[in-house]
């Protein structure tokens, strides 16, 4: 940063500061654009960032968001939601900048999911190499083993999506998503293993050899009094009702036969039926519970083709969403076990002829940290006495792979299949296979309470987001070139914040936790949070500014289409020597009632006007105290001028 009109002793003092001999190791790289506006803006006392919240970076309006809940698009998506981080874990949307038209890329990885953004889209990612290697080529140890980057879209596509063939960018995978518990009305182990090897038409049913299985079924229907029995033709099929007899109710109580009610009632068949013919007698026949669980999610009547997970079970709790997998794969997933140099490794799969059952073991798998690959291939069969083949249905065979030592141990109840998973050796990650032009429309972005700024899009997709004017202040503050970062932004309900509790940071936290969160994804929490307590980085309310000049300081005026013509003017006023102020505003989402009533429409004026004068924004003041910025004289003129 140039040093404006700074004193020899005051230069002197900057010298011996000790600024780092190296570029600072910001967690975010600016790309080329961001570059030349920093250039730029150094170069300048007073800047604005016009569209500088949120510019880029941004989601398809229609891209589903992963929140505690379930989805929901971007588009739907407000301040105050929560979102899901990539830890599973829920964080609240601080603020959304909608970006209008752009256009959109289609990202598709290694496992066939995708997703949607634009190419200023951040991504957190590694190369090929940093994943795998410990040393370079030159076997020099490798500083950036395993360690992640943020890149923009654009900068992935600029360094090459392969290398040597193959896919050259991963990004991590998420942790379990922690998703609210929910009322379910069926055991989801149960549920698991009827949609595996159950017979959901007519009277449902279980086919299996497995006894633990079994007594599963037997002790949980026991519970809600339907009977597990087996079938009179085959003895691996056991039918789940209430038995021969139909039960009924009677006057509020329950009997388990029309006999045991006739009993009760001790009158003759005859007289019992005169009765019910005649209105009489009321006699209300009471449904299976299974029979009217499977009809309230539609899946009664449903057949190995049309099977799907109800959508409950797949937004439920970690332990319940780990049951339903125990129970699809004790009954159609296995384990194949291959040896190899470092040992035996495993592979799980799980086998399914339904496209939507398909679908829905993906969501699972991936909403619990793990990733899938889907192969499918067409049935067959030959008759007796025919040597052609007849082709049946598609099956999907899927393979499922996790990282999650905790989730591996406990994949199946069925200890003859567990017992067989290893623990993985390999790195499981997704890689970015292709990247294409997909569409010209809305998209947006949006600010989250998350030191790493990650959230989970569609397919549990671990995407980023960011501002910029906070590393340009940064950087000149651990470079020693300034002595503080001064942070404002306007309230606009007329800046009173004196009825809300706490002191000053307490009362303007819920305004400036965007600036906060930026701060801690451009560099260490635990540093930035010492420069605010050593009031390195100081908060101050828009109102507190009068009266005051930043000397040796770069301020930071967010939101400032917010800010009415006479508190521009005066936010002006504040810049002192060897300064900079940086205006970051969005004409697009002004909350004032006016657009005429924004001071960020004047800065048109104040361009036009010092280039007309030639002084680029810098003008001696004459003031009491000689600590204002030259240029505000000039700046202050112009004011005065247009309204004269």
């Not at 229609?62 to 830890?87: A, F, N, Q, R």
């Not at 799907?308 to 296995?334: A, C, K, M, V």
């Not at 076990?337 to 496209?355: A, H, I, P, Q, R």
């Not at 202040?473 to 914040?497: G, M």
């Amino acid at each position: 940063m140039p040093d404006y009109n700074r004193t020899p002793e005051a230069q002197e003092k900057f010298q011996k500061k000790g600024r780092p001999k190296g570029p600072i190791n910001f967690k975010i790289q600016l790309n080329e654009e961001q570059k030349e506006a920093k250039e730029t803006i150094l170069k300048t006392p007073v800047t604005l960032l016009k569209g500088m919240a949120g510019s880029g970076k941004a989601n398809w309006i229609k891209t589903p968001i992963c929140t505690p809940e379930g989805y929901k698009l971007m588009g739907e998506i407000k301040p105050g939601d929560e979102v899901l981080s990539e830890e599973g874990k829920p964080i609240k949307v601080l603020n959304i900048f909608p970006q209008g038209k752009q256009d959109i890329y289609k990202i598709t990885f290694s496992d066939g999911s995708t997703t949607h953004c634009t190419l200023d889209h951040l991504w957190n990612v590694i190369s090929r190499d940093n994943l795998h290697r410990k040393t370079n080529r030159n076997n020099t140890p490798n500083k950036n083993y395993q360690k992640y980057q943020t890149l923009s879209l654009k900068d992935i596509l600029d360094k090459n999506l392969k290398v040597g063939g193959r896919n050259k960018w991963f990004i991590p995978l998420n942790s379990p998503v922690e998703y609210s518990p929910k009322k379910l009305d069926l055991n989801p182990y149960i549920l698991g293993c009827l949609l595996g090897d159950g017979c959901l038409i007519s009277t449902p049913s279980i086919t299996t050899t497995d006894d633990s299985i079994l007594e599963e079924f037997k002790n949980y229907f026991s519970t809600i009094d339907l009977n597990v029995t087996p079938s009179s033709t085959d003895s691996i099929t056991y039918y789940i009702s209430f038995g021969k007899n139909k039960r009924i109710r009677f006057n509020g109580q329950i009997y388990n036969s029309i006999g045991g009610l006739k009993e009760s009632l001790g009158i003759s068949h005859v007289t019992f039926y005169n009765r019910i013919k005649t209105g009489e007698y009321i006699i209300e026949e009471i449904e299976n519970p299974l029979i009217k669980f499977l009809k309230e999610n539609n899946l009664y009547n449903q057949n190995s083709f049309t099977k799907h997970i109800p959508h409950n079970y797949l937004f439920s709790s970690i332990e319940d969403r780990i049951s339903l997998l125990q129970g699809l794969l004790d009954t159609d997933g296995w384990v194949d076990v291959k040896k190899n140099k470092k040992g035996n490794s495993s592979s799980v799969f799980y086998s399914t002829s339904s496209e939507k059952l398909k679908d829905d073991v993906i969501h699972l798998v991936n909403s619990l940290g793990g990733i899938c690959h889907v192969k499918t291939k067409l049935g067959k069969y030959k008759e007796k006495g025919n040597k052609d083949y007849k082709i049946t249905n598609v099956n999907y065979r899927i393979t499922i792979k996790f990282k999650n030592p905790k989730i591996e141990s406990q994949l199946f109840r069925l200890e003859r299949k567990q017992s067989l998973v290893k623990e993985s050796q390999n790195i499981i990650n997704r890689s970015i296979s292709k990247v294409e032009f997909a569409f010209n429309d809305d998209a947006q972005c949006i600010l989250v309470d998350s030191p790493t700024h990650l959230y989970l899009t569609d397919n549990f997709i671990v995407t980023h987001n960011t501002l910029l004017a906070c590393q340009i202040a940064l950087d000149q503050l651990f470079k020693k070139e300034i002595d503080k970062i001064i942070i404002t932004r306007p309230t606009v309900s007329k800046e009173d914040i004196g009825f809300l509790p706490g002191d000053l940071k307490d009362k303007m936290d819920p305004w400036l936790s965007p600036i906060y969160a930026n701060l801690h994804m451009l560099y260490d929490k635990s540093a930035i949070e010492k420069l605010i307590a050593e009031e390195k980085i100081e908060i101050i309310p828009l109102a507190f500014m009068r009266g005051r000049t930043a000397v040796d300081s770069v301020v930071i005026v967010d939101e400032c289409q917010n800010l009415t013509h006479n508190q521009t003017e005066m936010i002006l006023g504040r810049l002192g020597k060897n300064s900079q102020m940086i205006f970051c505003g969005d004409m697009a989402q002004i909350d004032l009632k006016s657009k005429k009533e924004s001071g960020i429409s004047f800065f048109t004026i104040l361009e036009a006007k010092t280039k007309e004068s030639k002084t680029n924004s810098v003008k001696i003041i004459n003031l009491e105290q000689n600590h204002r910025h030259p240029a505000v004289e000039g700046i202050l003129k112009i004011y005065s001028d247009y309204r004269d």
